[in-house]
């Protein structure tokens, strides 16, 4: 009968070990850089719905105007943006929307003008949607339809209405009928829980 050997048993365990030493160092020195560059795509969505992103996209500048010209507010527990002109003074909120796509989570932020009568950008920071279908709401042709658009504050649900549909605004994403109609979703969703719940804060400040 051959007889048991422990050292196979014990190798596996030391390396085992190594391995996981080895990864948890490379998780330490890089968790860091990750959350920097995390803070960064957020920073240049939130300049970009504003149109204030350089064009170079310079991560020092672009923290730069993020300081000067954004201000972090926590309204009834939700967390949104000031914009602010050079002289300080307020001509935007950015709020930050979320929700579930056709594959998965989306995640953005949409700035409007301070009585919530115009938007002024949209820009998407995360999904998981289909490059070449769903995955073309990053393209510049669909997120910059949205600048300028009018809506009612008082509406109840339908702010915003894709073409042809009477009071349409804005292009769906040809091919992607799923993602563009789960953004229509989620923005209205979002403009709905904010302004009923803390427009009437932000609309008499």
């Not at 803070?39 to 300081?67: C, F, G, H, K, W």
């Not at 309204?75 to 929700?99: K, T």
Request: glycine residues 8%; hydrophobic residues 45%; without cysteine.
């Amino acid at each position: 009968m051959r007889k048991f050997s422990l050292k196979p048993v014990l190798f596996m365990i030391a390396l085992t070990f190594v391995y996981t030493a080895v990864l948890a160092s490379i998780n330490a020195v890089t968790a860091e850089r990750i959350q920097l560059n995390e803070n960064l795509v957020e920073q240049t969505a939130i300049l970009s719905v504003l149109n204030m992103l350089p064009e170079n996209r310079d991560p020092d500048q672009i923290n730069v105007l993020y300081r000067r010209h954004i201000r972090e507010l926590n309204l009834n527990d939700r967390v949104l943006y000031e914009g602010l002109n050079s002289a300080g003074e307020r001509i935007a909120y950015i709020v930050p929307f979320h929700g579930k796509a056709l594959w998965g989570e989306l995640t953005g932020v949409a700035a409007f003008t301070p009585d919530f009568s115009t938007i002024l950008g949209i820009d998407f920071i995360k999904h998981m949607e289909t490059p070449g279908l769903g995955g073309r709401i990053d393209e510049l042709s669909f997120k910059e339809q949205f600048r300028g658009v009018k809506i009612n504050p008082e509406a109840e649900g339908d702010f915003l209405v894709y073409r042809p549909r009477p009071g349409g605004q804005v292009d769906a994403i040809a091919g992607a009928t799923g993602t563009s109609n789960a953004v229509l979703r989620i923005l209205n969703d979002t403009l709905a829980a904010l302004l009923f719940d803390s427009g009437e804060a932000l609309l008499h400040e």
